[in-house]
């Protein structure tokens, strides 16, 4: 596919028509085995065999729904190299933008979306293949009529960028250079790239052209207003390159602006599945209100201790506060987890008996949550010695795990992580705990894994 050959060995019925013309040739609609190519021709003595091989060696490694493709090898024939393209039945964006009453596309927000989000999913493919197109501009973005498929065309100029070295000389277009290519002549990177992709997503959703040095996040605002991609563009055209968004960084926030939301995030917007792995569920609106059965009428089994919203970790607590040996405070037993909540066995309430001297009952129980809080003494007002006063307690060990700073109390502490790999979250953390007046009412700690 990236060897070039000196003799013509495919079929071609020549065409009249040019569809372009550039500094190095010209491209042509022709029929190459048996279906339609555009084929670009140069001349032999303007491109070396170093430049070709190089050029062939970007398409071969592009390879993209969004991405012009080459179909075979570059062939000479009478002095010309000669290199068939996939032909794309439709209109280039400069035609869509400027261009509207020859124009055939309808710039409605879903074909909108498909262009826009088509469009950075090509430039962050070359990007992920450490290739820089250089030459972004409306001319080289083509739109197919029938689906609205942008297609990143022209890669003659396009460059392996590793390292800081370059395989190509920079001739790219000045009304879509970044600043610093502008000012300082620094040679163009991926972060230029994301600047001109910027500048044509603010062109082609508010159908003007931009003044290049007037291009910054505050013309944006003013232009783009209220419109889905005003935030993704203003990240994208950062004068300092080294504050602007890269593709892999903005692209998610493309993809919702339109509405092209990947199967990963469509995920996060669901509730936990109990497959995911969720610790202590905190008594939110969600998890709040066990079922019917779940329910103990008996005076001895009320806690309104939010540490006991789930009893199964906190039953075996080796806090001596906790060892009373009285009938009544003794650990209650496990509950039969059946199955099947229809199997459920409640446990027997105890018998009362009468006592001899006064006729009456037993007294009445101490309240094992109050007292439980009042010796443990969990977060004093202020919340200087949080952290000592729950070293020996299981919970706030759970809770404070992997946290970066220790717990207030009263307020909100989130931490999130997440892995993502070329645009998609493979993983995905979230540990989330709240405190007032030095109680924890809250305690998520969510686990998702895509693979």
């Known amino acids: 596919m990236s060897s070039i050959c000196h003799c013509s060995i495919f079929k071609m019925a020549y065409s009249t028509a040019t569809l372009a013309q550039g500094c190095f040739g010209k491209v042509y609609k022709q029929k ?8 670009k021709k140069v001349p032999q003595q303007l491109i070396s065999r170093k430049d070709l091989e190089r050029e062939c060696d970007v ?7 969004n991405i012009v493709k080459l179909l075979g090898n570059i062939t000479l024939t009478d002095g010309k190299w000669v290199i068939p393209l996939e032909f794309i039945f439709g209109e280039d964006l400069e035609t869509t933008i400027f261009k509207a009453t020859r124009s055939k596309l309808q710039l409605t927000p879903a074909n909108k979306g498909t262009i826009i989000v088509g469009m950075c999913e090509g430039l962050l493919h070359l990007h992920s293949k450490d290739i820089v197109h250089q030459d972004l501009k409306p001319e080289n973005i083509m739109v197919e009529h029938k689906t609205n498929r942008p297609v990143i065309i022209d890669l003659g100029l396009a460059k392996f960028f590793r390292y800081g070295l370059s395989s190509a000389i920079d001739m790219g277009n000045e009304a879509y250079a970044a600043p610093e290519v502008m000012q300082r002549g620094i040679q163009r990177d991926q972060r230029s790239d994301v600047w001109a992709m910027g500048k044509i997503i603010a062109e082609l959703c508010a159908r003007i052209r931009l003044h290049t ?4 996040p505050t013309k944006i605002k003013e232009t783009l207003k209220d419109q889905p991609y005003c935030q993704a563009v203003c990240r994208m055209v950062d004068p300092d ?5 890269s593709m892999g960084g903005i692209i998610n926030d493309i993809r919702v602006a ?6 990963a995030q469509k995920d996060f917007l669901k509730l936990p599945s109990p497959n995911i792995n969720v610790r202590n569920r905190s008594p939110s609106p969600i998890n709040r209100g066990a079922p019917p059965m779940r329910k103990d009428p008996s005076p001895f089994r009320r806690d309104p201790s939010p540490f006991r919203r789930d009893p199964t970790p906190f039953r075996r607590d080796p806090s001596p506060f906790r060892r009373d040996h009285s009938p009544l405070n003794r650990p209650l037993p496990p509950i039969n987890r059946s199955p099947s909540p229809l199997n459920w066995k409640r446990e027997p309430r105890p018998e009362l008996k009468l006592r001899p001297e006064t006729g009456l009952g037993p007294p009445p129980a101490p309240n094992r949550a109050q007292d439980k809080l009042n010796r443990q003494h969990l977060a004093p ?13 299981q919970l706030y060990q759970e809770v404070t795990k992997d946290l ?3 717990l207030p109390a009263t307020g909100r502490v989130m931490v999130r992580r997440f892995e993502q790999k070329d645009g998609e979250v493979g993983k995905w953390e979230q540990k989330e705990v709240v405190t007032r ?13 895509s693979k």
Do not use: Q
């Not at 398409?59 to 729904?65: I, L, Q, T």
């Not at 339109?258 to 199967?263: I, L, M, N």
């Open 32 to 39: 190459y085995n048996d279906t339609w190519a555009a084929i």
């Open 59 to 65: 398409y071969n490694k592009s390879e993209h729904p």
């Open 213 to 216: 040095p007037s291009v910054c």
């Open 241 to 245: 390159p080294s504050l602007r968004a």
């Open 258 to 263: 339109g509405g092209k939301r990947t199967a």
């Open 381 to 393: 007002k202020g919340g200087s010695d949080l952290t000592k006063d729950f070293t020996k307690m």
């Open 404 to 406: 970066p700073c220790n």
């Open 437 to 449: 007046d030095g109680k924890i009412v809250k305690f998520d700690d969510i686990k998702f894994n």
